[in-house]
């Protein structure tokens, strides 16, 4: 089974604090995906990487940066984190080809800034 | 702008009836269109999915119709049980590339016993 592991599961940081949110894929999966998932609004594309060191916007990445040092290890950052990133994050990968269209997503990192 | 527009955002169902989400769509670049299944505290997991090739398709008791020139297409859940109450996310995505899928709003789905 395809396994999207995202470690931390509940946070709570300050305003202006630097947040880290680590995602790793354990199937060789050249494309990771952080999405953002808020009541009302479904899933928004944040930032993706189709290989290593390689990334692109979403649709909303304003206050978001990522980091992919290793295929299977997907970082988002926060640079200062702010209370409108309260919001539940979703880290996903899958396999780039015509069989690959299905999406893993981990279980989500919910994160309060306060 | 939402290029994936989905109804209800909330849907109540007796046990044994009909459940019906719909979704609207507006890029006609998209030809993969996914349902996408999440519970509580879990991420969201892939239910059905279908291409514009066909009409429908169905998994067991889970049919997607699917309606090109209308740019809509829908879930229906038969007999719906109360092990079906989740949130149900309509997606849709291009096959190239790395797949990036836009989603719908999200409907939350409960299954009166």
């Known amino acids: 089974d395809v396994k999207v592991t995202q470690s931390s599961r509940y946070l709570v940081k300050r305003t202006g604090e630097k947040v880290f949110l680590e995602c790793v894929q354990d199937?060789?999966?050249?494309?990771m995906f952080w999405y953002r998932q808020d009541p009302g609004l479904g899933l928004r594309l944040i930032y993706f990487?189709?290989?290593?060191?390689?990334?692109e916007k979403g649709d909303i990445p304003e206050g978001y940066s990522v980091s992919r040092e290793k295929k299977e290890r997907f970082s988002l950052i926060l640079e200062s984190a702010s209370t409108n990133q309260t919001s539940m994050y979703l880290c996903?990968?899958?396999?780039?080809?015509?069989?690959?269209?299905?999406?893993?997503f981990g279980e989500g990192s919910w994160l309060t800034v306060v | 702008q939402q290029q994936v527009k989905q109804s209800p955002q909330s849907l109540i169902v007796q046990k044994g009836g009909i459940s019906i989400i719909n979704c609207a769509y507006e890029?006609?670049?998209?030809?993969?269109f996914p349902w996408y299944q999440q519970f509580p505290g879990k991420g969201p997991a892939l239910l059905i999915a279908i291409r514009p090739d066909v009409s429908e398709k169905k998994e067991g008791r889970f049919t997607i119709s699917f309606n090109k020139s209308a740019k809509q297409f829908s879930l229906h859940i038969m007999d719906s049980q109360p092990g079906d109450s989740a949130t149900y996310f309509c997606a849709a995505s291009m096959v190239s590339g790395a797949q990036k899928l836009v989603f719908g709003q999200g409907t939350r789905l409960t299954i009166n016993p």
């Open positions: 199937m060789d999966h050249e494309n």
């Open positions: 996903a990968s899958n396999p780039t080809g015509a069989s690959g269209n299905t999406i893993y």
């Open positions: 990487s189709y290989d290593v060191k390689m990334k």
């Open positions: 890029n006609t670049a998209f030809d993969y």
